[in-house]
């Protein structure tokens, strides 16, 4: 949830001459949106926080007071009121309104558009957002460097106290409080019964994290350690987590299991770190993944990189990629190299096992160059070939893309009515060949030996075993994929 501008700085900051004629003392509610309206209730209209703009042309005395009822009940920030064009000044009855319900009544001079006030409040809008997510980033460098001192742990949960304004807690495998920052974290000892449920995982897995919460309190609690839980830490502030907020939590979460994962012997640390940064990267966090790399004296290569997933033993294909960035993923090593070395490195880790290399990509394109590293290896392990390409995997045309088993079932599914439809295997050879022949009748009724009236009858009756329009290039595709993915797993 974006942080949204005051009414307060809506006013002081827009240069529309807005004056402030009621409700002085409530300039401090948000302002989430602008909305304009010369309805007698707009408030069906309204989700609550919007500055509403009127003329008034359908305010009277009369209706001033409910009017302004029903936007106080709705929970509107404030009304601004243009003058000028229904009414040359406020109608008192209005204005007294207002200042008994106590809401911020403006006064909109004759030459301010609404809809420049509408795009202003959507440029601090704008300007929150981007603040906040940059405080964001900003948070997780401090954490990141907390980390790598060596008070490590401790010196994370106090930094993230004070990052989120809260208080923050680091309790070991059995629920004992190990560090407490921040004030009132004395609550922690509420969550300890929680625990439970974040030990141990069960069959269908246990929940990543919870959220308690009551009317003064808000706790977030994270297990931490890999791959099992070696501890906990629980955060707590008085006010709901905001998106951003659990962001910072979930990278102190992921900082604290680098912190205790580090103490253990120094190569398999540094293997978790990569595969921690790899994750960063394969997120979109870029500046992040670097600044760990570089505050561990590492770095990611210059240039076009290339993304390549292996298989075999992780230990030795890890062995093999030598000085190169390379980490366990999911049971298979990725591997980020320039793109020049691409082919030196597939052919050093094909001696481990199956390997997909992804085409050459931009170091913020790393997610998309491993979904291509990931669908090569699958390729690889079907065909049984050392090093497959993906360009090489695309170039074998749409079928070569496709998951092996997703699309059997797809094919089976779609064209089951047909094969279900008693021992009509000729629909099945007619629909090849209408599709072959790109819906042209001669052409299909001549390679299938029988006349066109026989092979429009025979595709009426596919369409309406079917359900599908074969005049529909889409239904046309599907068939085709689904009839030809039907041969290869024949």
């Not at 989700?47 to 509107?76: C, D, K, Q, S």
């Not at 001192?149 to 070991?172: H, K, Q, S």
């Not at 770095?299 to 030795?316: I, S, W």
Request: charged letters at 25%; proline letters at 6%; hydrophobic letters at 50%.
């Amino acid at each position: 949830m974006v942080v949204a501008p005051t009414l307060r700085t809506v006013v002081r900051r827009l240069p529309f001459g807005l004056a402030v004629l009621a409700g002085q003392e409530a300039l401090d509610r948000p302002v989430r949106w602008v909305a304009v309206s010369e309805l007698e209730d707009p408030t069906p209209f309204l989700e609550g926080g919007e500055l509403v703009l009127t003329t008034g042309m359908r305010l009277a005395g009369a209706n001033a007071a409910p009017y302004v009822e029903r936007l106080v009940a709705r929970g509107i920030a404030g009304l601004g009121f243009g003058v000028g064009l229904g009414h040359e000044a406020i109608p008192g009855e209005l204005l007294d309104a207002a200042a008994r319900a106590g809401l911020p009544l403006l006064e909109v001079p004759r030459e301010t558009p609404f809809v420049a006030i509408g795009k202003a409040v959507s440029d601090l809008l704008a300007a929150e957002q981007y603040e906040e997510i940059t405080r964001a980033f900003a948070a997780q460098g401090r954490l990141t460097r907390a980390a790598l001192r060596p008070e490590g742990p401790r010196a994370v949960i106090d930094r993230l106290a004070r990052e989120l304004g809260g208080w923050a807690a680091l309790l070991d495998e059995a629920g004992a409080v190990r560090h407490a920052a921040g004030r009132g974290a004395d609550a922690v000892a509420g969550v300890l019964p929680e625990l439970g449920r974040l030990r141990g995982r069960s069959p269908g897995g246990a929940p990543a994290s919870l959220a308690l919460s009551t009317p003064g309190e808000h706790v977030v609690v994270q297990p931490f350690g890999a791959p099992r839980a070696r501890g906990f830490f629980a955060v707590g502030l008085g006010k709901p987590f905001t998106p951003v907020e659990h962001t910072v939590v979930n990278a102190a979460g992921s900082l604290l299991t680098l912190v205790l994962e580090h103490g253990r012997e120094n190569l398999a640390a540094e293997r978790r770190v990569r595969s921690a940064v790899l994750r960063l990267l394969l997120a979109g966090e870029m500046e992040a993944g670097r600044q760990v790399l570089e505050l561990l004296g590492d770095r990611l290569p210059d240039g076009p990189l290339t993304v390549l997933a292996a298989g075999g033993d992780p230990e030795a294909v890890l062995e093999a990629a030598g000085e190169e960035f390379a980490a366990v993923a999911d049971g298979r090593v990725v591997a980020v190299v320039p793109a020049a070395r691409a082919d030196a490195v597939a052919a050093a880790l094909a001696g481990h096992g199956p390997v997909g290399v992804g085409a050459p990509a931009a170091p913020e394109e790393l997610r998309t160059g491993f979904a291509q590293a990931d669908r090569a290896l699958a390729a690889a392990r079907r065909g049984a070939e050392p090093v497959m390409r993906f360009s090489d995997l695309a170039g074998q045309g749409l079928l070569a893309l496709l998951d092996a088993e997703a699309a059997e079932a797809f094919s089976a599914a779609l064209l089951a009515p047909l094969r279900e439809y008693g021992s009509r295997a000729d629909l099945l050879e007619s629909l090849r060949a209408y599709l072959a022949c790109n819906g042209h009748w001669d052409a299909a009724a001549q390679r299938l030996g029988v006349h066109r009236h026989t092979l429009r009858y025979r595709m009426r009756r596919v369409a309406e075993i079917l359900g599908r329009d074969l005049d529909d290039p889409a239904a046309r595709a599907e068939l085709w994929v689904a009839l030809n993915v039907g041969d290869e797993t024949a």
